[in-house]
């Protein structure tokens, strides 16, 4: 009796050590329009804390509430959104060693603005699931609030690219007209810098953002919501029309590298991923989800 109970005890210990020892790389989750911080996106804080005992897991809440994180999805100038989320994240002492970004739907592109403007501490892997890295040019879904986004709507018809329109409005400030490319990059205060579009460009947002492990795309393959849904690979509207998309490899932001997708690929650090399905329709708990991006990426 006394040897199995010092057997069973044994083992605890072990699996206890073990915990301890193989914490696994914290997670900070950002949430997409119409979304907050622990809304529908939390089914993947609960799914990681259950699969890996002892993982940190926050996710990005702008404002004191859900109410004002849910606005701040509409009508708070991203350039401030990544602003006060680097804030968070420096502040957060489970964060201070580094951290892997997931970003869903327009939370992909707002962290990897974070990876780009504020690398410190390290951000890992970056998994961007259904980001609009070039932006939208429709809005055929909008999500959350039918009275805000027709107010949304409004805005962008009025002018996505009035000043007072790109200063408050997060939907304006990816909005991307390839039928006026220049006024695109003259004037989005967000999406054409992130990506470097302006002149003299700046190196060292490639230097910020080549610090990454992993930039981990997710496109959806059935998406029905980003328009074109290829925005999540970086890729956009041929300058002029709105029907035919470029390949990512042939764009002057790959090839001159602007902002080290280049290097990145080169080095086999920036992964490409298509998912069956519509925006943001996976299964947490399926098989996808796992072998191409729990396993890899935040497995250890
Ligand atoms: C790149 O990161 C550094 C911190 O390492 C930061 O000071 C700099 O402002 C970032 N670059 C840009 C363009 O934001
Ligand atoms: C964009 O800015 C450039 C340089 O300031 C200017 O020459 C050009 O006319 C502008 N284009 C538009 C459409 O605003
Ligand atoms: C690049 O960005 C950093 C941080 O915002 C800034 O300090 C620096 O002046 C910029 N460099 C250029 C060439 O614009
Ligand atoms: C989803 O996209 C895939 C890949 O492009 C395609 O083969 C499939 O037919 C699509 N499914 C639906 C329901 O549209």
Known sequence: MKFIQCFVAIIWLFTVIQTVITVNTPVVMYHGMGDTAYGSINSVKTFLEDKFPGIY????????????????????????????????????????????GIGFSQGGQILRAIAQR????????????????????GLPKCMGSIKICNYVREMLNFGAYVRYVQDNLVQAEFWHDPLQEDLYRNRSIFLADINNEKQPRNESYKIN??????LVLVQFLNDTIVQPKESSW?????????????????????????????????????????????????????KWFEDEIVQPYLST
């Not at 961007?128 to 070039?134: F, K, T, W």
Request: glycine residues 8%.
């Open 234 to 286: 970086f890729q956009f509207y041929n300058q002029g029309q709105a029907k035919i998309v470029y390949n990512l490899r042939d764009s002057p932001l790959y090839q001159e590298d602007w902002i080290g997708l280049k290097q990145l690929d080169q080095t086999k650090r920036l992964k490409l991923l298509g998912a069956i399905g519509d925006h943001l329709q996976f299964h947490v708990h399926g």
């Open 209 to 214: 953002l080549t610090r990454l492990k992993n």
């Open 118 to 137: 504020c690398p410190e501490p390290p951000m890992k892997n970056l998994i961007s699931l259904g980001g609009q890295h070039q932006g939208v040019y």
């Open 57 to 100: 897991v926050t996710s990005i809440q702008m404002g004191n509430n859900a109410e004002e994180d849910f606005l701040s999805s509409y009508l708070m100038n991203l350039n401030k959104q990544v602003e006060t989320a680097c804030a968070i994240i420096k502040a957060d002492p489970h964060l201070k060693n580094g951290y892997n």
